[in-house]
């Protein structure tokens, strides 16, 4: 592309407006929410909250988002285009609960200390920064052999499921507010319909929400005053010391870092693989580095949140979003942490007015997996799907019975059964949901196309990955579920027997999307043995 031709790429266009409101509000949320787990759930000082772990976000969000504007003019540049969207960047929302549940909590309720939890919070993001980082080369490889519908299947899962059910309820809880956002989000959104004046329908969305919710008497003037006294400028500097802290008793971290880390760099090759889709191709490996790197920064400077790529670049491209809109979302973001604002915020913005927009983007990444994929490989995205809504149930049962008192193991899985709960099958189910969503997709989308030897490899692969505990396990270990690897192989049997038979592979339909990146398929020739496409080289 020459000079002349890139000076007229726009750093701003009217469509970034609508994607900042709506991508600004995602983030938004998101912020909020960890900032009332830490507080609320952890027992945090406020001031470490909004002194520290804010700032060090807001640093690893404004890099991150101005990177991936880069990568996105640099893309548009090379392709000579002016509708690149660049990829959504923020805190990761299952990492957000994780890291509060599962890591941060046990340890606070143990010792009663929040610093200890903490520390033991930013070393886990540290190591799944390094994690991911490793990923960078591998997970190229895993995207270019891996059926599209399991890719966007499995993203789906984690979409309906830890990004829409929670905003759902809480909108359901202030229906009134809520109903009359979404209906704005959806109609500027999914159709060609516009406001007066092409008014930005993420910003209108917002303020109406937020008129019905005081006007509604939803929201207090006493919280907004008390919520202002707090402000106060923070900038992040380094805390190796409480990095070092949490990382001398790292092998308890290892269990979940080792597969959620695994899970980052699944989730980042979903989501360039849903970007792709969309019609923008990022390189993976440069996504992964960015994605490491944004978590290891993060966490020396005291955020136990790993910042991630997000699910919803399509749904930000079909808003007009192109280049601008990601690196002003990171700037916004990063100037309300360093002035400790969102505490005021969250006094000022019904949650019922902001929580629409990721059910927006959980009812668009949904749909995407059913349309972006063939249509005879339906049933291989709702395979996909599966162990993500395992998990989350599980997750769900687990918080009710900690609510009552007691866990699961205390009141005994025949007493669950008896009363129509399959806890422990859903419990083993969901065990590294994306990585198990993603083994079950491909070897239903295989099977479908009559490619048994393609089928038997991700069946073996996911004996392998049961076997050291990456799926279906409570954590990593040896042989960690044996019954499990075991219907892995006698699945990958079945599939090589089937093999040996030397099927005709499936004929796609005419003008059915790819199958998958490395070895999908373009029109049949004639005699109906369908010829395999050049991969396309990937530059961003």
Not at 248 to 277: H, K, Q, W
Request: some cysteine; proline content about 6%; overall charge neutral.
């Amino acid at each position: 592309m020459t000079t002349t031709a890139a000076a007229k790429l726009p750093f701003w266009v009217r469509g970034d407006t609508n994607a900042f409101f709506g991508f600004g509000v995602n983030v938004l949320v998101n912020v909020l929410t960890l900032t009332a787990l830490c507080i609320g759930v952890i027992k945090m000082p406020a001031s470490d909250v909004f002194g520290v772990i804010l700032p060090a976000l807001g640093i690893a969000l404004v890099a991150g988002n101005v990177y991936y504007t880069f990568l996105a003019r640099r893309l548009a540049a090379k392709e000579n285009r002016t509708d690149v969207t660049a990829l959504p960047y923020g805190p990761s929302v299952p990492h957000m609960f994780i890291v509060i549940f599962v890591i941060m909590l046990p340890i606070y309720l143990t010792t009663g200390n929040p610093v200890q939890a903490w520390t033991a919070g930013i070393a886990w993001a540290f190591i799944i920064g390094v994690i991911v980082l490793i990923g960078a080369f591998v997970g190229p490889y895993i995207r270019k052999y891996t059926p599209r519908a399991a890719l966007l299947g499995t993203l789906a899962g984690i979409s309906i499921t830890f990004i829409s059910m929670n905003p759902a309820g809480n909108m359901w809880n202030y229906a009134w507010i809520a109903l009359p956002v979404l209906g704005l989000l959806l109609i500027g959104l999914l159709t060609d319909v516009k406001l007066p004046f092409n008014f930005p329908i993420g910003l209108a969305a917002l303020l109406v929400g937020t008129a019905i919710g005081w006007v509604g008497g939803a929201m207090s003037v006493p919280d907004v005053t008390a919520a202002a006294r707090d402000i106060a400028f923070a900038f992040p500097h380094l805390k190796f010391d409480l990095l070092v802290d949490g990382l001398r008793d790292m092998a308890p971290l290892l269990a979940t870092a080792i597969p959620l880390g695994v899970y980052n760099f699944t989730e980042a090759m979903t989501n360039v693989e849903s970007a792709a889709t969309a019609g923008d191709r990022y390189n993976l490996r440069s996504v992964l580095l960015a994605d490491g790197a944004g978590a290891v920064i993060g966490s020396c400077l005291g955020s136990p949140f790993p910042p991630a790529v997000y699910v919803g670049h399509p749904g930000w491209k079909a808003a007009g979003g192109r280049t601008g809109y990601s690196m002003a979302t990171g700037v916004v973001i990063a100037l309300l942490c360093f002035f400790g604002l969102f505490g005021l915020l969250g006094a000022i913005f019904p949650t019922a007015a902001i929580v629409p927009i990721l059910l927006y983007i959980g009812l668009l990444i949904g749909a995407q997996a059913f349309q972006a994929t063939p249509r005879a490989h339906a049933a291989a995205v709702v395979a996909a799907l599966i162990p993500n809504i395992a998990s989350w149930a599980t997750g769900q049962m687990d918080n009710a019975l900690a609510a009552a008192g007691t866990t699961a193991a205390e009141v005994g899985t025949g007493a669950l059964a008896g009363a129509g709960v399959v806890y422990d099958g859903l419990k083993t189910l969901g065990e590294g949901a994306i990585l198990a969503g993603l083994v079950l997709g491909a070897i239903v989308a295989f099977i479908i196309d009559k490619r048994f030897w393609h089928a038997a490899v991700f069946a073996g692969s996911g004996a392998v990955l049961s076997f050291i505990g990456l799926i279906h396990a409570e954590k990593v270990q040896w042989n960690a579920d044996g019954q499990v690897t075991l219907g892995y192989l006698f699945l990958a049997v079945v599939c090589v027997l089937f093999a040996l038979s030397k099927p005709a592979p499936r004929v796609p339909e005419e003008g059915e999307p790819e199958s998958f990146e490395g070895n999908s398929f373009t029109e049949a020739p004639e005699g109906g043995v369908p010829a395999p496409r050049k991969e396309e080289t990937v530059v961003s």
